[in-house]
């Protein structure tokens, strides 16, 4: 099973994943990725996901199960990912964790409502 149906799987049922992959960067570079994906959600309905992407490439050669260059001509993966930020900053946002996440969470709604993909401060 690819990324892709892993990823259509973990949004229907709402289940967390990981999956490696071989990557090559836009400059050339041959990676591994590992993609962690767990969607969460409100009133019984995926809305979002968190999604963590590591560089395994030097874990793979320390335990010997790097694969050489000539190893990725499998198609490669595109990933494209756009993101929505909220920041918000201390003292002057607020005196807490709480008080400083309910701004960024303000903040990241207001880019959400302007059509995603950017930053609010």
Known sequence: MGFSEKLREAMDLNLQITHEMPYKSLW???????????????????VGANILVIDVTEDKKITGSYRSKDDFNEDPQNLEVSLSIGVA???KDGDDIFQLMSKADQALYRVKRSGKSDYNI
Do not use: D, I
């Open 89 to 91: 900053f201390y003292p």
């Open 28 to 46: 050339g570079r041959h990676s591994w990725l590992k993609v962690s994906f767990t969607p969460y959600s409100e009133n019984g309905k995926v």
